[in-house]
């Protein structure tokens, strides 16, 4: 540590210190006294409210101002949750934190919905800057977490698992951080983001929603992305569902797109699903563009998804059911080995643009894709012909 360089200066720090009310390093600034450290201390004791095994988180919620922070410890609640209350940060203790449905299931809209914790505003108010951290959400008859017109939503480290519909939904929302979760046993999407659930229309600008770090297991779908554009999709383990991630657009203006799939692991999603209204039967399909537009999907390891649906293969461009194609999608540098029928697969084969560049493979659909071989490739791509 520095000396101060003079007597005079000593003398001139202390003064100031008696003045502010505050110690003075050398050099003249200012540092936090005992009782100053000890008030900050106490205001953000204040901004925390504890709930205990057997309180209502609710209750909690409803006497929380914007900004403040309800630990909830460990213990199993029997209530849904609904917040509308912008900055709040609701953090349990771990994965012993669990919330599951109550007995009677009506004490609130969320609770009378089905669902275990809702966030939800307008398009006028959005409840901003929401975080839900280091919690389980598990049981639900519809979703596990349903948010909807949120602006800044983080969803971390939180365990939904053995709901009814999906895990976490989020619509209607912009700048949401899904990060370090764990969704399965799901029985739609582990993790789901859409335009909206009810409504058609254009796609959604989520202004960069990242959905990163997550193992998402045993559900419907790992990652479903409905309409939204401008999503990071990164770094995410993805095995055991029917479907890993699924990126679904339609006939709507802005259309489906412009986001990146890059850097997980999508192995082994061999579930069998029961076709739905709007899509097939679902088994062993890796990575699937339908109906969208200028995505990435790139740096991915796709390995082992296997199944005789229609949309069965490592990485598969699939025509929408409404019969809008896929355009200008680049899909790149990923390995994609052991799949079936085939690693890469473009099956929408009225799609423009689309491109398969410098992936390690084994097996295509068809034999020759866009891009594949030698001949095709532009000089400074490298190819992407079938490795021995």
């Not at 990435?296 to 998804?305: A, E, F, S």
Request: aromatic share 2%; glycine share 12%.
């Amino acid at each position: 540590m520095k000396l101060c360089r003079s007597r005079r200066a000593v003398v001139a720090a202390a003064a100031t210190a008696t003045i502010v009310g505050g110690a003075v390093a050398c050099g003249g600034e200012s540092q936090p006294t005992a009782s100053q450290s000890a008030a900050s201390q106490a205001a953000d004791a204040q901004k925390k409210i504890s709930v205990r095994a057997g309180e209502s988180i609710q209750s909690a919620v409803d006497r929380a101002e914007p900004g403040q922070v309800i630990d909830i410890a460990a213990g199993t609640y029997h209530e849904s949750v609904q917040i509308s209350t912008p900055r709040l940060t609701l953090r349990g203790a771990g994965t012993g934190t669990v919330i599951s449905p109550s007995a009677k299931g009506d004490e609130n809209a969320c609770a009378k919905a089905g669902e275990g914790i809702c966030v939800s505003g307008t398009a006028q108010k959005k409840p901003s800057d929401v975080t839900l951290e280091s919690l389980t959400v598990a049981g639900f008859k519809k979703a596990g977490i349903h948010a909807t017109g949120a602006d800044g939503l983080q969803v971390v480290r939180v365990t939904a698992r053995d709901n009814k519909v999906q895990g976490i939904l989020v619509e209607k929302s912009v700048r949401t951080v899904f990060r370090d979760n764990t969704a399965r046993n799901n029985a739609d999407s582990g993790i789901f983001l859409a335009n909206s659930m009810d409504t058609e229309g254009g796609a959604l600008d989520t202004k960069g929603a990242v959905i990163e770090g997550n193992k998402l297991s045993e559900n419907r779908i790992g990652v479903g992305l409905r309409r939204v554009r401008g999503v990071k999709v990164e770094n995410n383990q993805i095995t055991g569902n029917c479907g890993g991630v699924f990126v679904v657009g339609d006939e709507g203006v802005p259309r489906g797109g412009a986001l990146t799939v890059t850097h997980n692991t999508v192995t082994g999603n061999n579930k069998y699903c029961a076709a739905s209204a709007r899509l097939p039967f679902i088994q062993g399909t890796g990575i699937l563009l339908t109906g969208v537009e200028k995505t990435v999907v790139t740096n991915n390891d796709v390995r082992d998804n296997s199944g005789k649906s229609p949309m069965s293969g490592g990485i598969v461009l699939f025509g929408s059911v409404v019969g809008t194609s896929n355009s200008e999608n680049t899909i790149r540098d990923n390995v994609a080995r052991g799949n079936k029928p085939a690693d890469l697969a473009n099956r929408d084969l009225k799609g423009k643009g689309n491109t398969f560049v410098n992936n390690t493979m084994e097996t295509t659909e068809p034999k020759q894709l866009p891009n594949s071989s030698p001949s095709d490739a532009p000089s400074t791509a490298p190819s992407v012909a079938p490795s021995s």
